[in-house]
């Protein structure tokens, strides 16, 4: 039978415990009464969840079950539901190959297929192995090594495994045109994006394209970008041409920023992997008479898309866990959806977005949270239609922390303001969702502010003032 000073000790361990408890309660209570009460809250919803995540109780809630657009906080719930289906090391495959018949003297009668397999890294400059110039020295290799000097074909790119719709219903035309709303490709390259130079003028005046990176000739550019007033910043955008090759630029870019050069989105990316390979070739002195081909330019032309019978190299995408390392880090837009996507293909469903936010709903569904609170239109959070609850985030970065998996996980978040945790932003919009451990007690937490105004530099500051009380 246990003492008196062992049970004296135990009520006081238990007692200050529940201070403890109170005391962080009671502080995030009065910190996020101030940002409610705040001039830049007045017509915006907010929302706050805060979690144990050793024992899964809740911490702090204020509006727990409102549904809010996350931004980019939303990407936490599709890695960690890749991870969950795909495991951390999931691969995509590409493949070349050709159709036809190859002749003695080296002469292919036929076509050389590049086959997607929705890898979102191909041609990418973030890991040694998908690096544009390796892919294609790889690719070129394969070719001579099968013994084709000479192709009377097409270089086509084959992008069918991800379906005819590229970009999420409920994007905004705003953003399609830069790279962050860079459409999903079954056969995607260099992250579906492209550099344009650029050299500002005089305030008011047009700014100069000096040239893009990579060189694309295949497009034309309407350009009304002005520069702008020192400290206006980068307010650019790219808007995607439709069915056609003329790319407009609008907006401002300003007098004094250095980098001098926006990204855009490639209008077909499986054409651009085509024609990159194609003029490798020709320079490889692999002679071409063909043309570069993708599989929407043959469906303009009401042309078949052709199927290798031929396999000459399959190239294996970096692993899941390094995907989902700079998806969180960068907050990379596509890499989101190309996920979404793969989630539909491995259900078993026609692969498309709506079917991939499907499979992710039945997910959770069985882990008992209600799909009405994850109210999806997209993977990334570009959409300012997602609605989902603050409860819903950190109830799904609480499930992550028993996974093997956890640790690849949590070193993709960013730190920001000495926490760890992914930031979103779009249109009046800032979210934060992450970990945090105070005094020894790890917390999850998500917060949301839909619809604030003034300055998102302002909005920031006092939302950080919030989630400090969790340091």
Known sequence: ?????????????????????????????????????????KYASLSLTVLDAKTGETVFAAHPNLGLATASTLKVITSITAFNLLGKDFQYQTTLGYNGTLAADGTLKGDII??????????????????ENTVLKIWVEAIRKAGIKKIEGRIVGDDTVFG?????????????????????????????????????????????VLKTVPAMPY???????????PGSGDRSYAYLPVKNSMMYLRGSYAEDLTKRSISAALPDPAFDAAFRLADTLKRAGIEVEGTAES????????????????ILVG????????????????????????????????????????????ALQYFWKAKGIDPNALNMVDGSGLSPGDRITTETVARILLSAKKENWFPDFFKSLPIYNDITMKSGSIKDVLAYAG???????????????NNYSG?????????????DELK
Not at 8 to 32: D, E, I, P, R, Y
Not at 114 to 131: F, M, N, V
Not at 173 to 187: C, E, H, I, K, P
Not at 435 to 449: A, D, H, M, P, T
Request: glycine share 8%.
């Open 1 to 41: 039978m246990p003492d008196k000073r062992s049970i004296l000790f135990l009520c006081l361990f238990f007692c200050c415990g529940l201070l403890h408890a109170q005391s962080l309660n009671q502080k995030l209570q009065t910190a996020f009464t101030r940002l409610e009460q705040d001039t830049q809250c």
């Open 164 to 208: 005819t719709q590229k970009i999420p219903d409920g994007w905004i035309w705003q953003d399609v045109g830069n790279y962050y709303g860079a459409g999903t490709s079954g056969l995607c390259w260099r992250e579906n994006q492209f550099d344009i130079k650029l050299q500002q003028g005089k305030i008011g005046s047009n700014v100069k």
């Open 219 to 229: 497009l034309q550019f309407s350009n009304e970008l002005l520069t702008g007033n």
């Open 455 to 467: 300055s998102l530099a302002g909005i920031k500051a006092k939302m950080f003032r919030v989630l």
């Open 295 to 310: 599989t929407e330019t043959l469906a303009v032309m009401q042309k078949p898309q052709p199927a290798s019978t031929q």
């Open 435 to 449: 970990y945090q451990n105070k005094n020894g007690r790890e917390l999850c937490f998500s917060i949301i502010v």
């Open 114 to 131: 590049i086959k997607g397999g929705g890898d979102p890294t191909l041609g990418s400059w973030r890991y040694d192995s998908s690096k």
């Open 315 to 358: 190239i294996t995408s970096p692993k899941l866990s390094e995907m989902v390392f700079w998806l969180n880090k960068k907050s990379i837009n596509l890499y989101a959806e190309q996920l979404l996507k793969t989630l539909a293909l491995k259900a078993g469903k026609p692969v498309s977005t709506a079917n991939g936010v499907q």
